[in-house]
């Protein structure tokens, strides 16, 4: 059974930097794709960054030039690197990983940026 569990999260000020990581634990292999996806109050869940093992990364309109996504491929972590945070960036992020037909989510983590 493969889980996820983030951490990073919290309050900040506008402006202000987190980093967000994901373990994941349970898999005897790498998983192919691990990203990031958050839900603000009232919205539905959209994508921040996912970045898969052939070295392909895909932001969120909302997360380019802003985020940063890396991953440790020997230790099935991935990471998002939150930079010149606004207010609209508050929501709670979902740690996300796919391999093949299997879909794992984390529990999410709290991500607030004040005003």
């Known amino acids: 059974q493969v889980q996820l569990v983030e951490s990073g999260g919290g309050l900040v000020q506008t402006g202000g930097s987190l980093n967000l990581s994901c373990a994941a634990s349970g898999s005897a292999w790498t998983i192919h794709s691990m990203g990031w996806y958050r839900q603000a109050p009232g919205k539905q869940r959209a994508v921040v960054a996912i970045?898969?093992?052939?070295?392909?990364?895909t932001y969120g309109d909302d997360a380019k030039g802003r985020f940063t996504i890396s991953r440790d491929f020997a230790k099935n972590t991935v990471h998002l690197q939150m930079n010149s945070l606004k207010p609209e960036d508050t929501a709670v992020y979902y740690c996300?990983?796919?391999?093949?037909?299997?879909?794992?989510w984390g529990k999410g983590t709290l991500v607030a940026a004040s005003s």
């Open positions: 970045s898969t093992t052939n070295g392909r990364t």
């Open positions: 996300h990983g796919a391999e093949g037909r299997y879909e794992y």
